[in-house]
């Protein structure tokens, strides 16, 4: 039996490296971030950090606020905008795309990419050009003799921002599972009576829900917790959860930091779990 | 004749469940073993385990008398024909038959002469350079025998090998790899649920059931003599009675002694009684009688359930009666098989909730499951 | 496909491409404006292709994502393998679970959680610098091994499960039957994988951020620290380029993948198509590591590094035809000491930020460039070294008035390097001169919404201090509160809180008044549009700052450094950074000389030298002074409640 230990033993090593990986830097550092964030500069225990969090108060104009639960609200807020829009807009992309000819596919899926492989930096800047009152957008309404708009500054900045940067994650997860759907599930939808919106909502919206959750996913989590987008396109109006975090690693309040760190975790773990149970009660369903 | 592989008191289970209990079993040099049995019944772990894909709980397999446990497939004098022939799609017909002789870095000019060999044999020259993707399954099936076969293995093991294929051509395969068996003068070991490819092509059967071997021999004796209720079943149709053997060559059943071929049972002991459908014969008065409850035409001849004191006999006979007729029943002694009772005695041979539609239904089943 | 589906994925395309259309635009841009095209010009081509730090940052973001991609791919792949054959149900849940865990981690708790493991290891070792390029290797690697496995898994699931027995079977041994039948089988999910993590280490901002250390800077790093000064055309110059390289690329692996008529071509032609394509990827990939194993050995400087740490765009770097000061430090020491250096420089956006790097632990930097109240911090937390000043003998260049400062009295820690002050920068055509003058500019609500503040909260607090006569040094919260009063009344009149984005804002008169640091003004009225007059002037209590180089305790090579310094004083590269950053120049050298002043013009020169005999007395009054920790723990608090409404 010692050749078959051997097999079984390098099977072992094959995974070993990736185990070690994984505890040394995706679980010890998750731990890190708990260590921080329950203990002060001298790393004595305190629960100050996490309390300050949920006890943390400004006033103005005679209004008393939470000021970390109002910042995390507010990117709650414009994550869910942002992440709406792109299903809304990713969604019948992915079904054209998913029912177009082969070639028409590869082109389109490549220039949904090609936006990727731009530094996020320069494609955010490049957006203040156009959304600025004098920028390009304007310039062209006026030409048209429209009324300018005014966006730069605005939370539809902020949005249009995440929208742009994080839009091709939404449509290629929902595309690959369009792509996989048999076509001749929507014919035996139609042959046994629904019309074009019964089709969608019967047959190809629950079939594609694994990619829209994928999609979902893979918008809300880097838009909640952005910290530049907000700099360049809110005008440094929009002080989100990702800027508090960042501000408070730049004042080297790291225990602070981490204890932001480690709710913000928390709440998107709980997050994610209770939508994978929902996607799973669907499935079994 | 040598013995090649032997199995002794093979045990294997996964995740406790028991897969195969006890097995032994001795293969022949130049035979031609089927493995037969319903899915589940361990005719495929016992081939993999002689493939070296698994290793049993407990027992012994020895291979020319040499206990090869510890050997790893690649080191074992035997080939694999896989069940969806495991074809390398990466590779070319020509480079998927050389693959083996590539291992042990065969010189080309002698990989050319045996490859071209063994495409002659299987029929697929002037394939060489095609896509095993490209193939029929038919064309894919004699990639992967041909392929099984170019090192000359002592044994090779097929696992359901014309499962994925249609009627007809599963009819030609049959014949075909009789023939290349007798040509090359290797041990098969077969492993089917067909129990008709089984007895048309075997010089072996082993019929397998919960892990257990159940019965060995040919197929005449197989067919003729099985030794319990599951054999009579699982080999053809059978209408399996309940009886009591009165003494030697009498036994009662269904209210009447009838006289029978059979000695050397105790005296009244319970015994299951087997008739095959088409040893029945339909006669004005006969020794049992009944009402037809439902005729079915098959070409040959008609299938007829006949209701006689509650048990549903199947008959197999040229003659007609319509539904509802009376008709008299007459088993020759001959045809009266007797076996003792097992664990599977009451469990078969009663055609009650027949009907030929199941029987299909169950079959594509199992032909479904791995 | 049906016109209304052709004319929606047409906006899509718009809108995605409408950004890559802009930058594209401007990299052809004659000015340096970001906003204003003034005529079409390969300018910032040849200046991006002399830039060497930022050519340099694209080396170190290839070989990063290069390695990363290489690594990652390998181990993943073993590791979807190994969890592929695993039997154990609860073991397979867990590999499941932590595979997905860098997946929906936002970025920054994956970035802040490495980051402080690796501080706090390596300050568990005593290492002088915990950050570096390993650390940075390790993060990427992190984040894109999950995708790399999610990859290769559904292939390994895909694939008959006989296959690799058959190998076996034929006379294969395990591993032999998995590297010729199972890596093939699995290969388009491996190449997939690489492609995906070399693409997402490249765009990696957030975790770089965090991971970075010593002098290995990436792209992106590289751009977001260029927020003191501004992103330049040259930026969008090297997105063009990157940009067609892409599609080059991509047009090139599509020609290869695809051939002439393929749609109706057999099977057989496919996968050959697919095994060409195979190889090309795996030429590629040779090629590559090849490449970038040179660039890791062969770049190894064997010559003594000096780690040089400064603000972003604060140096005369050979852009726009000036002269490259790092270069004229190499050949200057190759001149006078007989032997090689290579200078190793980093840039940081804030005091800060260099502030939070350095005290980590996690880094260390020989020269460094912190601003006056941050030099009183370090030297009371003894994290700066006395220099030498026999090794600095151009210290005898330096203004009297710029000597003896409170942050360095003794003048034993720092030698100016720069200095200016914050004014308000009006566009003249917009503004009534009568309403210039002071800080009140800043507050009068007839240009509500073509304000610009300050957002950074010291700066910020700052401007309604001097309003409103208050200490900008205060230790009396009360002070503050009313600061942020008057910023909260403000702030209905601000269009923006800026840094960098000041300049294009300014220029091309999308804003009317802002308040900035008196240096920057000349660069924004250089690139100003047509119909934009922009003006300045400094009102009369405002802060004086000055920029000093230092020797933080970390430093590894202190005589070189010294060298380094001494150098910076010198004629040639003190008049190139002062040209090149338009601040002060505390260095008589380079005030008192006539071809400098010359290029300043006179206007500059009267902004930046008004009376330099009494500006060791505005300085002591005006400037701001380094605040207790508890202190700055409630203008952060004051900041952030300014910030969320």
């Known amino acids: ?285 | 004749m040598r013995k090649i592989i032997e199995l002794k008191n093979v045990s294997k289970a996964f995740d406790g469940q028991t897969v195969l209990d006890n097995v032994s079993l001795d293969i022949y040099d130049n035979e031609f073993l089927t493995l037969l049995g319903p899915s589940g019944c361990g005719k495929t772990t016992t081939l993999r385990i002689i493939a070296g894909f698994e290793s049993p709980d407990s027992g012994s397999l020895s291979f020319l008398g040499e206990d090869i446990l510890s050997l790893p497939p690649h080191r074992r004098n035997v080939n694999t024909v896989f069940q969806r022939y495991a074809l390398f799609p990466h590779l070319n017909v020509f480079e998927n038959i050389a693959f083996p002789l590539r291992e042990k870095k065969v010189p080309q000019d002698e990989i050319r002469g045996k490859v071209d060999e063994m495409l002659r044999l299987v029929a697929l020259t002037g394939f060489e350079k095609r896509s095993v993707t490209s193939l029929s399954g038919g064309q894919q099936q004699r990639v992967a025998i041909a392929r099984a076969l170019i090192s000359r293995p002592k044994v090779l093991l097929l696992d359901e090998p014309l499962a994925a294929l249609d009627l007809k051509l599963r009819k030609d395969m049959q014949q075909e790899l009789k023939n290349i068996q007798k040509a090359t003068g290797i041990t098969f070991v077969f492993v089917t649920h067909d129990q008709e490819e089984a007895l048309s092509m075997s010089d072996t059967v082993v019929v397998m059931s919960e892990g257990r071997i159940q019965q060995i021999g040919t197929p005449i004796d197989i067919y003729n003599e099985p030794r319990n209720a599951f054999v009579a079943d699982f080999i053809g149709e059978s209408n399996i009675l309940s009886g009591i053997m009165l003494q030697d060559r009498l036994v009662r059943f269904s209210g009447r002694d009838f006289p029978c071929v059979d000695e050397g049972f105790a005296r009244n002991e319970p015994v299951d009684v087997v008739i095959r459908p088409e040893d029945v014969v339909i006669v004005p008065k006969g020794q049992l009688r009944g009402t037809v409850t439902s005729v079915t035409f098959l070409g040959v001849h008609y299938e007829i359930i006949v209701d006689i004191g509650g048990f549903k006999w199947m008959i197999q006979t040229t003659g007609f009666a319509d539904v509802g007729d009376e008709i008299g029943i007459y088993v020759d002694p001959e045809n009266i098989h007797i076996m003792k009772k097992s664990e599977y005695s009451g469990l078969f041979g009663d055609y009650s909730s027949f009907s030929n539609e199941f029987d299909e239904l169950s079959d594509a089943e199992s032909e479904a499951e791995p | 496909m049906k016109t209304s589906a052709k004319i929606y994925t047409a906006l899509i395309m718009l809108f995605l491409f409408a950004p890559i259309a802009i930058l594209l635009i401007f990299s052809f841009n004659a000015a340096k404006s970001l906003s204003v095209f003034s005529g079409f010009s390969l300018y910032w081509y040849r200046e991006l292709f002399r830039d060497a730090e930022t050519l340099g940052a694209v080396r170190n973001t290839l070989v990063l994502a290069l390695s990363a991609a290489v690594l990652s791919t390998a181990m993943g792949t073993a590791a979807a393998v190994g969890i592929f054959r695993l039997r154990s149900k609860v073991l397979r849940a867990a590999y499941d679970t932590v595979t997905n865990i860098p997946m929906i981690n936002p970025d920054i708790i994956t970035g802040i959680s490495l980051m402080l493991m690796f501080v706090f290891v390596g300050r568990l070792f005593g290492a002088a610098t915990s950050l570096n390029f390993w650390t940075m290797l390790i993060a990427h690697i992190t984040f894109c091994l999950p995708y790399v496995i999610l990859q290769v898994l559904p292939k390994l699931q895909q694939m008959d499960a006989s296959l690799p027995e058959a190998a076996m079977d034929l006379g294969c041994t395990p591993f032999r039957a998995f590297l010729k039948v199972e890596i093939p089988e699995i290969m388009p999910g491996i190449v997939t994988g690489l492609i995906m993590a070399f693409t997402l280490s490249l765009d990696d901002f957030v975790i770089s951020y965090f991971t970075a250390g010593n002098g290995f800077q990436t792209l992106p790093i590289r751009i977001y620290n260029m927020t003191k000064k501004t992103v330049t055309p040259k930026m969008y110059a090297l997105s063009t380029i990157i940009f067609f390289t892409i599609l080059a690329l991509l047009i090139m692996t599509n020609l290869i993948d695809t051939g002439p008529g393929v749609e109706k071509q057999e099977k057989k032609e496919r996968s050959a198509a697919s095994k060409r394509r195979t190889k090309l990827a795996f030429g590629i990939g040779a090629v590559l590591a090849v490449g970038m194993a040179a660039v890791l050995f062969l770049g190894a400087p064997k010559k003594p590094v000096l780690n040089v740490y400064n603000w972003g765009e604060y140096i005369s770097d050979g852009s726009e035809d000036s002269f490259d000061v790092l270069q004229g430090f190499e050949d200057w020491y190759l001149a006078n000491y007989g032997h090689e250096v290579e200078v190793n420089y980093t840039t940081f956006a804030s005091n800060e930020d260099m502030y939070a790097k350095l005290s980590s632990g996690a880094v260390s930097y020989d020269v460094i460039v912190p601003s006056d109240y941050m030099i009183a911090r370090m030297r009371e937390e003894g994290m700066l070294l006395p220099l030498d000043f026999d090794n600095i003998p151009n210290y005898q260049y330096i203004g009297e008035s710029f000597k003896n400062l409170y942050y360095d009295p003794d003048n034993l820690y720092s030698v100016p390097y720069t200095y200016n002050f914050t004014g308000i920068i009006y566009d003249a055509n917009r503004v009534d001169e009568a309403d210039t003058g002071d800080w009140d500019l800043l507050w009068n609500p007839k240009y509500a919404g073509q304000i610009l503040q300050f957002n950074n909260s010291r700066d910020a607090f700052g401007t309604a201090q001097y309003k409103l006569g208050l200490d900008v040094n205060s230790d009396d919260p009360a002070d503050w509160q009313a600061a942020l009063a008057a910023l909260k009344e403000q702030q209905p009149l601000v269009k923006s809180y800026v840094m960098d984005e000041v300049y294009n804002m300014m220029e091309s008169g999308e804003a009317a008044v802002c308040t900035y640091y008196a240096g920057d003004y000349f660069i924004m009225a250089d690139a100003q549009a047509p119909g934009v007059e922009l003006s300045f002037y400094a009102p009369e209590r405002t802060n004086y700052f000055v920029d000093a180089f230092c020797i933080p305790t970390c430093c590894q090579n202190k005589e070189l450094a010294e060298a380094f310094i001494n150098y910076m004083l010198e004629y040639e590269p003190a008049v190139a950074n002062a040209e090149y950053i338009c601040y002060g120049c505390p260095n008589r050298l380079v005030y008192e000389d006539g071809a400098y002043a010359e290029d300043m013009g006179e206007e500059a020169m009267e902004i930046l030298y008004p009376n330099l005999d009494d500006f060791g007395e505005k300085y002591e009054q005006f400037a701001f002074r380094n605040l207790s920790p508890a202190m700055l723990g409630t203008i952060n608090t004051l900041w952030e409640e300014l910030k969320i409404n």
């Open chain 1, 1 to 285: 039996m010692k050749e078959k230990n051997g097999l079984r033993l390098a099977r072992r090593l094959a995974l070993g490296p990736y185990g070690l990986w994984a505890m040394l830097f995706i679980l010890v550092p998750l731990l890190f971030v708990a260590y921080y964030a329950f203990t002060d500069n001298d790393f004595a225990f305190t629960t100050d950090n996490i309390a300050r969090f949920f006890t943390a108060t400004s006033v103005s104009d005679g209004v008393v606020t939470h000021t970390y639960l109002l910042i995390f609200w507010r990117s709650l807020k414009l994550a869910v905008i942002s992440t709406v829009i792109c299903l809304l807009m990713g969604y019948p992309i992915a079904y054209i795309l998913s029912r177009s000819p082969l070639r028409t596919q590869k082109i389109l899926i490549t220039l949904i990419m090609i936006p990727m492989w731009m530094n996020f930096l320069i494609r955010t800047y490049a957006w203040m050009t156009i959304l600025q009152d004098t920028g390009i957008l304007n310039s062209f309404l006026r030409l048209l003799s429209l009324r300018p708009v005014h966006i730069i500054g605005t939370e539809g900045a902020v949005v249009i921002g995440m929208v742009y940067d994080y839009f091709p994650y939404m449509i290629l997860p929902i595309y690959s599972v369009m792509a996989k759907m048999d076509v001749r599930l929507e014919e035996a939808a139609r042959d046994l009576g629904c019309n074009s919106f019964g089709v969608l909502r019967r047959v190809i919206f629950p079939l594609s829900l694994p990619g829209v959750i994928s999609g979902v996913t893979m918008v809300l989590i880097p838009s909640i917790s952005t910290f530049y987008i907000s700099q360049k396109l809110g005008n440094g109006k929009f002080y989100l959860i990702g800027d508090a975090i960042e501000g408070q690693y730049v004042a080297n309040n790291l225990h602070f930091a981490a204890a932001i760190a480690f709710i913000l975790m928390v709440i998107l773990l709980i997050g994610m779990a209770l939508m994978q149970r929902y996607a799973n009660s669907r499935a079994a369903a």
